[in-house]
């Protein structure tokens, strides 16, 4: 996309910032306040808000959109399953391990794949019985095809040893997908949104519809009207960014690099301006020394609707009942 497009998105933000308004109680943010299944509807777990910088605190890129009971998985960058495992054991059982078989993957860069053996064998090893379904850009099925030669060695021992489990859940079925359409079941129809990363020439962000809620994951891009299009007023935007002060103190080389794969706080405003989510989650971010609220005010400087900066395990919405505590 043309860097214009993200000018006049950023032009755009004062207009809407008037109209945009706050986000109602009942989108309210829960930190680190996983909920059972049985409550609320339709959430994003955020399984991972990293990025290629080891942080210990930040899993590598991974977000889980929870509908119907099963988990949508988006990217799996390193730690996926122990995070995935860590919401389970905080009450969301569409998350252990053996019930982990769909994965919608951005693009190919290693910090948001890492992950993907992870995923495909640990919870086949606990018993999951299905392949691990795959949907990613071209080049996904040869990824997951040398995986499973790479770790053929394993399978084998695994299979024909004293182990229980023969299933043929370390199977993969892999999906080489276009923008358009990709998937549906009976709680999600599921969007892939061509964005504009680099030099990448595939990567995409996904929009989820169920039956209450859209929710629309921006992947790793520089400013996308079409991530603005998708969300559209939806339920919640989670999106990728990096700080504007800290980018101003990196070498110009780096800057080439930022601007020309990443968004920034600046420019997130404008974007938000125009899709007007009901709640904006920041992700994957990049602080170069800024904090969480750091991050938060530079959005609000464009922007006047509700925004939080993720970190893992955080869970979006809020259910209604738990936003609005009952008096004793
Ligand atoms: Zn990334
Ligand atoms: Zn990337």
């Not at 509908?67 to 252990?96: K, M, T, W």
Request: glycine content about 8%; proline content about 6%.
């Amino acid at each position: 996309m043309p860097l214009a497009t993200g000018r006049r998105l950023v032009l755009c933000a004062g207009l809407f910032a008037l109209i945009a308004g706050a986000a109602p109680a009942a989108f309210a943010a829960s930190r680190n306040a996983a909920v059972p299944d049985t409550t609320g509807g339709t959430r994003v777990v955020m399984l991972g808000t990293g990025t290629p910088n080891p942080d210990p605190d930040r899993s590598g890129p991974a977000v889980a959109v929870i509908a119907g009971g099963r988990a949508y998985l988006v990217d799996c960058g390193p730690g996926v399953v122990r995070r995935a495992a860590a919401a389970a054991a905080r009450g969301i059982r569409a998350l252990e391990a053996d019930r982990l078989s769909i994965v919608f993957v951005t693009h190919l860069h290693s910090d948001h794949t890492v992950g993907l053996p992870d995923l495909m064998l640990t919870p086949w090893v606990v018993e999951r019985r299905v392949p691990l379904e795959v949907y990613g850009p071209p080049g996904i099925k040869d990824m997951t095809d040398h995986l499973l030669a790479a770790y053929a060695e394993d399978i084998r021992i695994r299979q024909s040893g004293l182990e229980p489990e023969k299933s043929d859940g370390y199977k993969v079925n892999a999906h080489e997908i276009e923008e358009g359409l990709v998937y549906s079941d009976s709680n999600v129809t599921v969007t892939a949104i061509a964005v504009p990363h680099a030099n990448w020439e595939h990567a995409f962000g996904y929009r989820f519809e169920a039956h209450d809620r859209v929710i629309v994951i921006s992947g790793d891009t520089r400013p996308s009207e079409a991530i603005a299009r998708a969300c559209n007023g939806c339920d919640v935007l989670v999106h990728e960014v990096y700080s504007l002060k800290g980018f101003k103190n990196r070498p110009s080389v780096w800057q080439r690099y930022h601007a020309d794969a990443h968004t920034s706080t600046e420019q997130l405003a404008g974007i938000a301006s125009w899709a007007r989510p009901k709640l904006l989650v920041l992700y994957h971010q990049l602080f170069w020394g800024a904090t969480d609220e750091d991050l938060v005010r530079e959005v609000h400087r464009g922007y006047s609707g509700a925004v939080v900066s993720a970190r893992d395990l955080d869970v979006y919405p809020l259910p209604v009942e738990s936003a609005h505590p009952k008096k004793r």
